[in-house]
Nanobody, 124 residues
Framework: QVQLVESGGGLVPAGGSLRLSCTVS????????VGWFRQAPGNEREFVAA????????GYADSVKGRFTISRDNAKNTVTLQMNSLKPEDTAVYYC?????????????????WGQGTRVTVSS
């Protein structure tokens, strides 16, 4: 089982950018697909972005498409979420998750390893 640690959250004005990182422990990182999810107060956890094991395929929620970019560096066991043109509605706790069952997934239930989350607050 891998362990995940997110970093990079914070307070940013609308229109600004943040870069979230997810560091994954374990020597088999390249066997895991990784996703980012977020949960705003009073809301359910929702899909944000995902990347397959090799980094060749990515997917995004419609609400972030064109503004967020997910990438991975298998040599450094890291996944990055670059967030540009942030909006107040992007305010949430962002979670990184990993799973080795399927090569790519947008479904939270497919993921069996989760980080503790990092808070992102976008001021209007």
């Amino acid at each position: 089982q891998v362990q995940l640690v997110e970093s990079g959250g914070g307070l940013v004005p609308a229109g600004g950018s943040l870069r979230l990182s997810c560091t994954v422990s374990g020597r088999t990182f390249s066997s895991y697909a990784v996703g980012w999810f977020r949960q705003a107060p009073g809301n359910e956890r929702e899909f944000v972005a995902a990347i397959n094991r090799g980094g060749s395929y990515t997917g995004y929620a419609d609400s972030v498409k064109g503004r967020f970019t997910i990438s991975r560096d298998n040599a450094k066991n890291t996944v990055t979420l670059q967030m540009n043109s942030l909006k107040p509605e992007d305010t949430a706790v962002y979670y990184c998750a990993a799973q080795a069952r399927v090569s790519y997934s947008r479904l939270a239930n497919d993921y069996n390893a989760w980080g503790q989350g990092t808070r992102v607050t976008v001021s209007s």
